[in-house]
């Protein structure tokens, strides 16, 4: 009996010990808190487990703190890529339709592990994978293996197989009876029955392709009708989720725009009319604007003038878009150029005429806003979750200082911590 009671009073009081809380104050040079676009001189972030604590100046540390000292730097929330592909890999290394066809799945996987992790060190703690491109349904494994800690990441929403018309996706073999690899082919009633079908297996998001190629070389044209879409946006809505529309041409935009879809993905000849309906509607923009530079480059373009005719397309409707208001997305496709790269289409948003600070805004609150993870994500306020990085300078008044990573906080854990001072609560 006096071992019984010996034993039960180790498990008593064992674990009270084990669940004590890491608590951590970060005091950096100033804070940006994702909402303000002024950055917070002196102000200070508690973190306690998880979770965010406390947020202002002249913070005092309690009893056992970890103190973190970030001088010089700016720690504002985990960025949010807002379109990926972590299945894919640049295509100036490899082709897509390569990739699709070549690339065994194990390979494929084994990249997307590796490219969550960068992706996490370059400071994203989340991001939208918006399809696996043939992978299948690799994304929900490789989203829930972060979660559970097996492999480093990013928190994910996958999109998993996403939707396209049969016949308007690819890759494209000579033989026309060839199924589409990259996505799910579906019509008329079977749109809502595939985004059943993906949200049932694991889903967070549906995407559908609102227009694409018909045939390799030609121009973009719509492919499902509004009333498809809509099929597939009601289901997603109902399931809770969000739908998203790839959508390149006026037309395409337009039906994703009345069928309820949440964000535009691209919308290269996007006009003023049509981001007016837009933000009318409440529909969120994500521009891809980097992926446009690097398939440009890629074409042999060396970023000077005189600019080919995609990317005097594309900064006429990213100037439209800004000029009606409509909520940025920042997503730039990545996995089109090299994963931990995510910072070129912030650097792009500014050169291409967003103040930084509404750059960071929309990488920030803005993403976690469209993304309806706000209440989790995003911002630097009591409650939400401690997803934090601290870059070198101050990037509300130079944006490529969002490159200059220095710690990377994921969930209350340091994930990346270059050169940080680290002193005990005296």
Same mark, same amino acid.
């Given at each position: 009996?006096?071992?019984?009671?010996?034993?039960?009073?180790?498990?008593?009081?064992?674990?009270?010990?084990?669940?004590?809380?890491?608590?951590?104050?970060?005091?950096?040079?100033?804070?940006?808190?994702?909402?303000?676009?002024?950055?917070?001189?002196?102000?200070?972030?508690?973190?306690?487990?998880?979770?965010?604590?406390?947020?202002?100046?002249?913070?005092?540390?309690?009893?056992?703190?970890?103190?973190?000292?970030?001088?010089?730097?700016?720690?504002?929330?985990?960025?949010?890529?807002?379109?990926?592909?972590?299945?894919?890999?640049?295509?100036?290394?490899?082709?897509?339709? @390569?990739?699709?066809?070549?690339?065994?799945?194990?390979?494929?996987?084994?990249?997307?592990?590796?490219?969550?992790?960068?992706?996490?060190?370059?400071?994203?703690?989340?991001?939208?994978?918006?399809?696996?491109?043939?992978?299948?349904?690799?994304?929900?494994?490789?989203?829930?293996?972060?979660?559970?800690?097996?492999?480093?990441?990013?928190?994910?929403?996958?999109?998993?197989?996403?939707?396209?018309?049969?016949?308007?996706?690819?890759?494209?073999?000579?033989?026309?009876? #060839?199924?589409?690899?990259?996505?799910?082919?579906?019509?008329?009633?079977?749109?809502?029955?595939?985004?059943?079908?993906?949200?049932?297996?694991?889903?967070?998001?549906?995407?559908?392709?609102?227009?694409?190629?018909?045939?390799?070389?030609?121009?973009?044209?719509?492919? #499902?009708?509004?009333?498809?879409?809509?099929?597939?946006?009601?289901?997603?809505?109902?399931?809770?989720?969000?739908?998203?529309?790839?959508?390149?041409?006026?037309?395409?935009?337009?039906?994703?725009?009345?069928?309820?879809?949440?964000? $535009?993905?691209?919308?290269?000849?996007?006009?003023?009319?049509? #981001?007016?309906?837009?933000?009318?509607?409440?529909?969120?923009?994500?521009?891809?604007?980097?992926?446009?530079?690097?398939?440009?480059?890629?074409?042999?373009?060396?970023?000077?003038?005189?600019?080919?005719?995609?990317?005097?397309?594309?900064?006429?409707?990213?100037?439209?878009?800004?000029?009606?208001?409509?909520?940025?997305?920042?997503?730039?496709?990545?996995?089109?150029?090299?994963?931990?790269?995510?910072?070129?289409?912030?650097?792009?948003?500014?050169?291409?005429?967003?103040?930084?600070? @509404?750059?960071? $805004?929309?990488?920030?609150?803005?993403?976690?806003?469209? #993304?309806?993870?706000?209440?989790?994500?995003?911002?630097?306020?009591?409650?939400?979750?401690?997803?934090?990085?601290?870059?070198?300078?101050?990037?509300?008044?130079?944006?490529?200082?969002?490159?200059?990573?220095?710690?990377?906080?994921?969930?209350?854990?340091?994930?990346?911590?270059?050169?940080?001072?680290?002193?005990?609560?005296?």
């Amino acid at each position: 009996m006096r071992l019984i009671a010996l034993v039960l009073a180790l498990l008593l009081t064992a674990p009270a010990a084990a669940q004590q809380t890491d608590v951590v104050l970060l005091r950096p040079a100033r804070i940006f808190d994702g909402i303000d676009p002024a950055p917070h001189a002196g102000w200070q972030v508690l973190v306690r487990g998880e979770r965010i604590e406390a947020v202002g100046p002249n913070l005092a540390a309690p009893a056992g703190a970890r103190i973190v000292d970030l001088p010089g730097a700016t720690l504002m929330p985990g960025m949010i890529e807002g379109h990926s592909h972590l299945f894919l890999h640049a295509y100036n290394e490899t082709s897509w339709d @390569d990739q699709v066809l070549r690339e065994p799945l194990a390979l494929r996987t084994a990249r997307a592990v590796a490219a969550a992790r960068t992706t996490l060190m370059a400071g994203f703690t989340t991001v939208r994978d918006l399809g696996t491109e043939g992978a299948g349904y690799a994304d929900v494994g490789l989203r829930d293996a972060i979660a559970r800690g097996i492999v480093p990441g990013p928190r994910m929403l996958v999109a998993t197989r996403a939707i396209v018309a049969t016949g308007a996706y690819g890759p494209k073999l000579a033989d026309p009876t #060839f199924a589409a690899l990259g996505a799910e082919e579906a019509d008329g009633a079977g749109v809502a029955l595939a985004a059943r079908h993906q949200i049932g297996g694991g889903a967070d998001l549906v995407k559908l392709y609102a227009d694409y190629r018909w045939r390799p070389g030609e121009p973009s044209r719509p492919t #499902f009708t509004i009333e498809e879409i809509s099929g597939a946006v009601e289901v997603a809505h109902s399931a809770g989720r969000i739908a998203v529309a790839h959508a390149s041409t006026a037309e395409g935009m337009r039906r994703a725009i009345l069928a309820g879809v949440d964000t $535009i993905e691209h919308g290269n000849e996007g006009t003023l009319e049509i #981001f007016r309906l837009m933000r009318a509607r409440g529909v969120g923009y994500c521009p891809t604007l980097a992926a446009s530079d690097a398939t440009a480059r890629y074409a042999g373009w060396n970023g000077a003038a005189p600019e080919p005719e995609s990317i005097r397309i594309k900064r006429a409707s990213f100037a439209a878009a800004l000029a009606a208001g409509v909520s940025i997305c920042m997503g730039g496709d990545v996995g089109v150029f090299p994963h931990g790269e995510n910072a070129r289409e912030m650097e792009l948003m500014a050169a291409w005429g967003m103040r930084p600070a @509404d750059v960071l $805004i929309a990488a920030t609150s803005g993403n976690a806003r469209l #993304f309806h993870i706000g209440d989790r994500l995003g911002s630097i306020r009591p409650g939400l979750l401690a997803d934090l990085v601290a870059v070198d300078g101050d990037p509300t008044l130079d944006i490529h200082a969002v490159r200059a990573v220095r710690m990377v906080m994921k969930g209350g854990v340091v994930v990346r911590d270059d050169h940080v001072r680290n002193e005990s609560q005296p």
